[in-house]
């Protein structure tokens, strides 16, 4: 029962990405992935002459600038696309009718979230495949790359974003609303979770609330392994604060879901 509802999401994921968006989520993703590189490229190489300053190269540890734009942003092309597939489904299934249906059948709630994280990595990685090109003629190079370090940060990631994603879906389906919640979070990542700019360069208390955001620390870990040399064992403190967080926001949100659940229920026809 449970690996059949696992393979059912799976599948009705990608059949309905294929007939009601064959083109344009793919097409959104590569573009807000092109603008970001385009913005940064002229930046650097117009106004700041193709140089970064000596304390930028002392805060994030390369002078590989176009490379630290490009990690930050993957990353947080990757968390959007984590929150708004996984989180987005339970309000996707009250707004076609089916949502007191899903809700008491008994399947496993952990794998009808996975189900759609696994889905949404396979979309995403295929999108990726098309943007290497892009990377190519924007020049971007990264000079270190271990691939078991790679998919250990890649495999936790996944993990602390699904957690996030947890919370989120909880917010989305008792306030019956997806636009203000997911594009408030959206944006609170953008400005604070280092993706164009170190942290450190924030106010003090803001680069705190930064460190409570699981995309901060797995910025952080892509760039020490792609653009430093770093190992997952050399960057342990930020190995195990994402794991904490990806545990305590999972919890929390399994732990939440039900109560959310119920009072979904009795407003299923409000």
């Known amino acids: 029962m449970n690996i059949y509802v696992f393979k059912a999401n799976v599948y009705k994921y990608f059949i309905t990405l294929y007939r009601a968006y064959p083109r344009s989520f793919f097409i959104s993703s590569i573009l807000s992935i092109t603008y970001t590189l385009l913005y940064s490229f002229i930046l ?48 996707t299934e009250k707004r076609l009718g089916t949502l007191e249906s899903v809700m008491l059948a008994p399947y496993n709630r952990g794998l009808y979230f996975l189900a759609y994280m696994v889905a949404q990595t396979i979309h995403t990685f295929g999108e990726l495949v098309f943007a290497i090109p892009i990377l190519l003629l924007f020049r971007v190079r990264f000079a270190y790359f271990d691939f078991l370090s790679f998919l250990v940060v890649l495999i936790i990631s996944l993990f602390a974003f699904l957690g996030l994603s947890l919370l989120l879906a909880n917010l989305m389906l008792y306030t ?60 342990i403190n930020s190995v195990v604060a994402l794991i904490l967080q990806g545990f305590v926001y999972t919890v929390i949100g399994f732990l939440t879901l039900k109560k959310v659940e119920k009072i979904a229920l009795e407003k299923v026809d409000g």
């Open 176 to 235: 019956r609303d997806t636009y203000i919640s997911q594009n408030t979070l959206f944006t609170v990542m953008f400005l604070i979770c280092g993706i164009n700019f170190p942290i450190t360069y924030l106010p003090d208390f803001v680069s705190k609330i930064s460190y409570f955001i699981p995309v901060t620390h797995s910025i952080e870990l892509f760039r020490g392994i792609l653009l430093r040399g770093e190992t997952v064992g050399t960057q």
């Open 44 to 91: 650097y190489e117009y106004v700041f002459d193709g140089q970064v300053d000596s304390a930028f190269v002392s805060q994030v540890g390369t002078s590989n600038y176009m490379g630290y734009i490009l990690v930050g942003a993957m990353v947080y092309s990757f968390t959007v696309s984590t929150l708004l597939n996984v989180s987005r489904s339970l309000i």
